[in-house]
């Protein structure tokens, strides 16, 4: 009956701290039960003296004495009280273990915020059973409960402060952060959520430009490649068609000069052959002569000298051709050799032409040196009247253009500047090298480029040249020079010269100002990436004038 007794009571005989059959239990005034060792350490460590399962409060710690008849009763019947959960298993690599497991500990299925400790099924029980344990604050496992917990008041974070951006418990907000703007965490959750959300999208979006752009990058490199491809076979099939042809003419001229060399050589040793005869003839005559200039007889002498010497018949009257070089034909080898010379220092540039994804490869020779060389790229130049601001003046063919005091009648029309005394030329110039020559008079003049977009109309500065993104310019003023572009200025120090020559290298992206008098110095040199075709320009300050020089290649 006893054992029925004990069987129908196990809570009676459980310790609510370890959950475990009481082990030396003590009763305490408030009627509850508990191993004397769990319910000592239970006081020691809380700043309070209360019952771990009522928590009714005692004004002074109650002397704990062993429950005899308990105990006696205990060890007589006593059974496990806790047996294993079917679904526990023991903790694993990377699992949170129950806190309160002796020896091999039992894998966690909850964490508490407010105890704070980690539960296996069993000793999650109370809980869900003891009143005064149903309202803690239970989450998913958790190893990392401290960070969870206010460093100061070792409370559960369950608030957030707007004010200082920090988690902080219900002391913190009652104390240090009284005042302060808070919420709850849940509710601060949902505005991150949003923000999280937002944020995502915006990841998402940046995500899906950077994919289109691996896809086109990808898709331009391998256009990339068929054009390089295609290139190379072509400069392949060029190149070997000029090494067989140099070959075959090497191989002809050779033949040639061997053919000739054969001809002379037969010449001249048919020449030596007859030399050879006519010296043994010369020679037994001179042994004749020899002869009878010493005989005694006075009258063969004098019968034998009457033939003293043959004619000299040079029958082989022929000239030996011994230096077979050509002026003419080293002079044009010469010429093709420093033509392979200079197509060897080209440069490889990708110009990608409106309409075109892929970038198409072509050969750029080196820029030019000399101004001789400069001129081989002269682009004549035509100001654009219907660009031209009212306060300038065009003459010479409209190759001339001068501020006025006075404006001009000009109609109206939308490419006009109205506030800034600038002008356009009518050439758009694009995937293509360019050079062109100005005089320059006054005491502040602009010489530039620009895209068709640039603003024509107010005085702001998307209307000047080389104050914005969509120009560039050479400003010369006071007789130094700076250059603008983007509103940024650069000075350059350097003798003033009022020629200047403007090159421009399309496609390599590249913009050259010099100063031309006897030699071409650089002032200075734009390299960027041209999107647009270019429009030269002009800017005018008090009495200046410009005149676009008109040149050719054969000027210098």
Same mark, same amino acid.
């Given at each position: ?232 076979? +072509?400069?392949?099939?060029? %190149?070997?068609? &000029? /090494?067989?042809? !140099?070959?075959? =003419? #090497?191989?002809? *001229? ?118 001789? +060389?400069?001129?081989?790229? %002269?682009?004549? &130049? /035509?100001?654009? !009247?219907?660009? =031209? #601001?009212?306060? *300038? ?164």
């Amino acid at each position: 009956m006893a054992e029925a007794l004990l069987c129908g009571s196990q809570d009676e005989f459980t310790c609510s701290v370890c959950l475990d059959t009481l082990t030396d239990p003590v009763t305490i005034p408030c009627g509850h039960n508990f191993c004397l060792k769990c319910l000592t350490n239970y006081w020691d460590q809380s700043q309070e003296c209360s019952c771990p399962q009522c928590r009714h409060t005692f004004t002074t710690r109650p002397e704990l004495n062993r429950n005899t008849l308990l105990n006696e009763v205990i060890k007589k019947f006593k059974r496990p009280r806790l047996s294993f959960h079917p679904s526990q298993s023991f903790a694993g690599v990377g699992d949170v273990e129950c806190d309160f497991c002796t020896g091999k500990k039992f894998r966690a299925v909850k964490s508490c915020l407010t105890c704070p400790a980690s539960y296996c099924q069993t000793h999650l029980q109370p809980h869900y059973e003891i009143a005064a344990c149903k309202g803690h604050k239970l989450v998913d496992p958790d190893r990392n409960l401290k960070e969870k917990l206010c460093k100061k008041h070792q409370k559960s974070l369950e608030l957030f402060c707007k004010t200082d951006q920090t988690c902080i418990c219900m002391m913190c907000g009652m104390t240090e952060h009284d005042g302060h703007e808070k919420v709850e965490l849940e509710t601060e959750r949902e505005e991150k959520q949003k923000q999280l959300g937002a944020t995502l999208s915006e990841v998402r979006r940046r995500l899906e430009k950077k994919e289109k752009k691996m896809k086109e990058t990808r898709r331009t490199t391998e256009q990339m490649k068929i054009s390089v491809e295609r290139v190379m076979v +072509e400069h392949d099939k060029n %190149f070997t068609a &000029l /090494i067989r042809c !140099i070959e075959e =003419a #090497h191989k002809k *001229l050779t033949e040639r000069i061997r053919e000739q060399e054969k001809r002379e050589m037969e010449t001249a040793e048919g020449v030596m052959e007859q030399l050879e005869k006519e010296i043994e003839a010369l020679k037994r005559r001179e042994a004749e002569l020899k002869e009878l200039s010493e005989t005694k007889d006075h009258l063969h002498f004098t019968l034998s000298s009457r033939c003293v010497l043959l004619a000299d018949e040079d029958s082989l009257n022929l000239t030996v051709t011994a230096d077979f070089s050509s002026e003419d034909l080293l002079k044009e080898l010469s010429g093709l050799i420093k033509c392979l010379e200079k197509i060897s220092q080209w440069d490889i540039l990708p110009f990608t032409p409106s309409g075109h994804e892929a970038p198409i490869f072509t050969l750029q020779p080196p820029e030019p040196q000399s101004r001789e +060389e400069f001129l081989q790229y %002269f682009c004549p &130049l /035509i100001l654009d !009247i219907n660009t =031209a #601001h009212r306060g *300038l003046r065009l003459s010479e063919g409209n190759k001339k253009v001068t501020r006025e005091g006075r404006k001009v009648e000009y109609p109206d029309h939308p490419d006009r500047f109205d506030y800034w005394r600038q002008v356009l030329c009518r050439e758009a110039l694009t995937g293509t090298r360019c050079y062109w020559e100005v005089e320059c008079s006054g005491r502040d003049l602009m010489i530039g480029v620009a895209y068709k977009g640039l603003s024509r109309k107010g005085r702001g500065v998307e209307c000047l040249l080389g104050y914005n993104d969509m120009s560039w310019c050479l400003q010369c003023s006071h007789s130094q020079y700076s250059v603008w572009h983007n509103n940024k200025r650069t000075v350059i120090s350097t003798p003033y010269i009022p020629r200047i020559g403007v090159y421009l290298d399309w496609p390599a992206g590249s913009l050259s100002f010099y100063s031309v008098s006897h030699t071409m110095t650089l002032l200075h040199r734009f390299n960027t990436s041209f999107t647009e075709p270019l429009y030269p320009g002009f800017g005018f300050g008090p009495d200046c004038s410009v005149t676009i020089s008109h040149l050719t290649p054969c000027d210098h």
